[in-house]
Antibody, heavy 121, light 113 residues
Framework: DVNLVESGGGLVKPGGSLRLSCAAS????????VNWVRQIPGKGLEWLAS????????YYGDLVKGRFTISSDNGKTTVFLQMNSLRADDTGVYLC??????????????WGRGTLVTVSS | DIVMTQSPDSLAVSLGERATINCKSS????????????LAWYQHKSGQPPKVLIY???TRASGVPDRFSGSGSGTDFTLTISSLQAEDVAVYFC?????????FGQGTKLEIK
């Protein structure tokens, strides 16, 4: 059975940092792209970042460019999202998703359940 | 960025009746080089990971019941549930993967009338 499990969420003060993990179970990411998406109540889903393991390339949305960093472990079984300079409007549920399709663009065929990040003093 | 606008925000349909959800893109999602439309539909039930239903605008994902179908042009798309079942209660959202940043519709909450 294949799935994705996010972890690392929690309560953090404004300006603080968190490192989220997205662990693959039953497969490795070596031929996949992996994305981080967040769900903010009242705002729907926002795509944040993507790592393409085949092209060895990383993409970031404007909302998080310069503050968040996506990376993966050597075994390509876990993808991380290092989040710095967190703000109250970063509060939400953070989900990872595997991306399949056509070259560097694809739909998400596998998602995790998400991990809750709360930024508050 | 490509803006995805879904309608309606919420929908109540009787069991066995048809449910229709619309998604409009601010940019044509058809790549002329391969004649594919870069649009997907997802179902998100409370407490579960989102699940892909439709990709390439009209291709049903593996294991998805055939009561779910997708259609549309390059900018206007529709998800249709032909005969609503109780287990279809969920939030449905569309996504464009034509270009990054990937963007999503705001979601449609589907309930039983």
């Amino acid at each position: 059975d294949v799935n994705l499990v996010e972890s690392g969420g929690g309560l953090v003060k404004p300006g603080g940092s968190l490192r989220l993990s997205c662990a693959a179970s039953g497969f490795s990411f070596s031929q996949d792209s992996v994305n981080w998406v967040r769900q903010i109540p009242g705002k729907g889903l926002e795509w944040l970042a993507s790592i393409n393991h085949v092209l060895d390339y990383k993409y970031y949305g404007d909302l998080v460019k310069g503050r968040f960093t996506i990376s993966s472990d050597n075994g390509k079984t876990t993808v991380f999202l290092q989040m710095n300079s967190l703000r109250a409007d970063d509060t939400g549920v953070y989900l990872c998703a595997r991306d399949v399709g056509d070259g560097d663009l694809g739909h998400f065929d596998l998602w995790g359940r998400g991990t809750l990040v709360t930024v508050s003093s | 960025d490509i803006v995805m606008t879904q309608s309606p925000d919420s929908l109540a349909v009787s069991l066995g009746e048809r449910a229709t959800i619309n998604c409009k893109s601010s940019h044509d999602l058809l790549y002329s080089s391969n004649n594919k439309k870069y649009l997907a539909w997802y179902q998100h039930k409370s407490g579960q990971p989102p699940k892909v239903l439709i990709y390439w605008a009209s291709t049903r994902a593996s294991g998805v019941p055939d009561r779910f179908s997708g259609s549309g042009s390059g900018t206007d798309f529709t998800l249709t549930i032909s005969s609503l079942q109780a287990e279809d209660v969920a939030v449905y959202f569309c996504q464009q993967y034509y270009s990054k940043p990937y963007t999503f519709g705001q979601g449609t909450k589907l309930e039983i009338k």
